[in-house]
């Protein structure tokens, strides 16, 4: 994929495990397992909502305003919100420094990942305003895109904004032949393809699909079928999340 | 920042009242079926001037692409292969909807789509576009024009860019003191390309797919998916594009039905394109062995380089490295 330059590492082992061949990457995981995932809401004191997610070296902070005036005022529409959506990576974020001026690939990342929030957002109990979300990537190790639209829909709920479901996001990746689950850096510079999906996991609706690389036909029905199952339990590790900011909050009004 | 489009098409939303209703009896508003693509029309070097090129009419859909060269020092993880750049412009004639300017996230996220879907199967064979490994490689412009937007882009600009790329010649690569100057009046071979790739676009239209979209299906349809088939049926790419969602199983015949219908636009290369091929292959097959029964390669000033600095021309034409090394490969 990105082609990365120097030799290739060990991406795959095949160990037995149980009198099974099982294919074990370079970090341990096995094939359909996530990195470590950790989730924070309510992060920023100024945003409306705001939420910190990790899938392992990947960190992303995302943080919505509003619904609020739009500014200018004429790119207000009359029966509806406009989400405005920004896809950032820190200039320290990757390896070699990435200017901050948006780049082409950041410009078609807000794209999709506006597009997939519209579908969830209710913009229609808000019209004339304007909805911010902006995610700024503070490191990149894989599968960026998909942990700034779990952050994303997290922020949206924080700020209290009427969804029809959240939206969690995974990339699958596929390395030295193996499907392989939430995909890192290393794995994705050799990888022969690599996948990211966001599912509204309550609708069972795909909001954002992605394929960059090359798979055969059955080979895109198994890695949908692995992304659903991610983000299913991300899914859960979003709720959970969510629920320990509130029930923190009731708690302490009830100490009061 | 990516910002919900202000454009509220009214006249396709009335229609849609309507499309829906044929779409259940499984037609469509313009009579074609729900799977059917329009007419394709690929007309390859339609611009001479350029190393490649090719119009393509897709129903009332037109894009024009063009391929140009040049020889530039390679990407440092990659010494070893030339470099494709894909470039996109929605120009204003095109549609009411377009306007001036550099191009906007539509045209960006086309651009990109385009590129990866022939970059991931490497279609273009990179590895053979190189003069000197870290050094010189040749550079290919893919820029895709999009002249009249009847919907469907993707899949009319796909068709153009590989159209364009199956089209296109390399020209003669003449060593100089610091490194190469392109010799655009003559050329050496066809552009080196390992696999055809087509995008087939569905759009989904009150919960039916719908291939090939028109401009006004676009605008009422929920969201459209992109897939990039290659000539050997895999997936070389995948898009959801445009707002709306689709459901779990709406995506996996998405993709059967795309992998299927591409077919028709491979056929279409076949035929309209791949006997232009051969044709202009077979005349550089010609003219060099004519130039090696002549002896001596001769150095011409090439036509129409008007805005060319004048160079010195140090040494003689380096075709023998390049034309030997693509006999191997032959």
Known sequence: MGGGAGEKPVLIRWEERDGQKVAVRHDGRLAAQLRPIRMEVGVLSNADGSALVEYGGTRVLAAVYGPREAHPRHMALPDRAVIRCRYHMAPFSTAERKTPAPTRREVELSKVIREALEAVVLTELFPRTAIDVYMEVLQSDGGTRTAAITAASLALADAGIAMRDLVAGVAVGKVDGVLVLDIDEIEDNYAEADMPVAMAPNLGRVLLLQLNGVLAHDEFVQAMELARKGIQTIYKLQKEALRRKYVEVVQEGDEQ | ?330
């Open chain 2, 1 to 330: 920042m990516s910002i919900t489009p202000p454009f509220q098409p009214v006249v396709p939303k009335l229609k849609r009242y309507t499309m829906e209703t044929l779409l259940s009896r499984g037609v469509r508003l313009d009579g074609r079926k729900l799977d059917e693509v329009r007419k394709i029309e690929i007309v390859p070097s339609y611009i001479e001037r350029a190393e490649g090129s090719a119009l393509v009419r897709l129903g009332q859909t037109v894009v024009l692409a063009g391929v140009k060269t040049d020889i530039v020092a390679p990407f440092p993880d990659t010494p070893n292969e030339g470099v494709l750049v894909v470039h996109a412009e929605f120009v204003p004639l095109a549609s009411p909807t377009f306007e001036p300017g550099p191009p906007d996230e539509n045209a960006i996220e086309l651009a990109r789509v385009i590129d990866r879907s022939l970059r991931e199967i490497k279609a273009v064979a990179l590895d053979q576009l190189v003069l000197e490994p870290g050094k010189h490689v040749w550079r290919l412009f893919v820029d895709i024009y999009v002249l009249n937007h009847d919907g469907n882009l993707f899949d009319a600009s796909m068709l153009a860019a590989m159209a364009s790329l199956l089209s296109a010649r390399l020209p003669v690569a003449v060593k100089t003191e610091d490194g190469y100057r392109v010799d655009r009046g003559r050329f050496t071979r066809v552009v080196p390309v390992n696999r055809r790739v087509v995008t087939v676009t569905l759009a989904k239209i009150a919960g039916k797919l719908v291939v090939d979209p028109t401009y006004e299906e676009e605008q009422v349809a929920d969201t459209r998916m992109v897939v990039a088939v290659s000539d050997d049926g895999r997936i070389a790419g995948i898009q959801k594009t445009g707002m709306g969602d689709l459901e779990y199983r709406e995506v996996l015949s998405a993709v059967a039905i795309a992998v299927n219908k591409a077919s028709i636009y491979h056929k279409a290369l076949e035929d309209m394109v791949l006997p232009y091929r051969a044709k202009i292959e077979e005349e550089l097959r010609t003219e060099k062995t004519e130039e090696a029964v002549g002896g001596v390669v001769e150095l011409q000033p090439a036509p129409h380089r008007e805005h060319e600095e004048p160079v010195e021309i140090a040494e003689v034409v380096d075709e023998e490295g390049q034309s030997g090394e693509e006999g191997s490969r032959e």
